[in-house]
C-alpha cells in the first residue's frame, strides 16, 4: 500500500485502503484457484499417468501368456547339429556342382539405340518473361 499524501483527506484514505484490500483479496483469491487448476492438472496427470502403466502391464501379461502357450505347444525335442546323437550321412557333405544360370558370354549387341530420355517440353524449360 502506498502511503498517504498530506493533501489526501481521511474519506479518501480510507478509500484507498478500501480499494487496496479489495484488490488483495481478489489477487488471493485468484491465487488460491490457479493453485487448485494446478493441483487438479496435477491429479488429471497422475490417473492418467496410472492408466497407461495398468494398460502396458496388461499388455505384457498377454505377450507373456501368449509366449508361454508358444512355448508349451512347441517341439519337445529339436535335433541339433552339434550334438553326438545326431549324424549327418556322408553323402551330403560332398559339395555338387551348382547349374549354371547365366552363360559366361554375353552376346554382342548389334545396332543398339540408347533409351529416349524424359525431356520436359520446351515452354518449361525457358527463362520466365514477364
Do not use: G
Not at 479518501?12 to 483479496?25: D, H, V
Not at 549324424?87 to 547365366?102: A, G, Q, R
Amino acid at each position: 500500500m502506498t502511503p498517504a499524501t498530506e493533501e489526501e483527506t481521511s474519506e479518501e484514505a480510507a478509500q484507498r485502503e478500501a480499494e487496496y484490500e479489495q484488490r488483495r483479496k481478489e489477487h488471493q483469491a485468484e491465487e488460491e484457484r490457479r493453485a487448485e487448476e494446478r493441483r487438479q492438472q496435477f491429479e488429471r496427470e497422475q490417473q492418467e499417468h496410472k492408466a497407461e502403466q495398468e494398460r502396458r502391464d496388461q499388455l505384457r501379461k498377454q505377450r507373456e501368456a501368449t509366449f508361454e502357450r508358444i512355448l508349451e505347444n512347441a517341439p519337445k525335442v529339436l535335433p541339433l547339429l552339434n550334438s553326438a546323437s545326431y549324424s549327418v550321412p556322408s553323402s551330403t557333405l560332398t559339395p555338387t556342382p551348382s547349374p549354371t544360370i547365366w552363360p559366361r558370354t554375353s552376346p554382342t549387341r548389334t545396332n543398339s539405340v540408347a533409351p529416349k530420355r524424359f525431356c520436359f517440353p520446351p515452354s518449361t524449360t525457358q527463362p520466365m518473361t514477364s
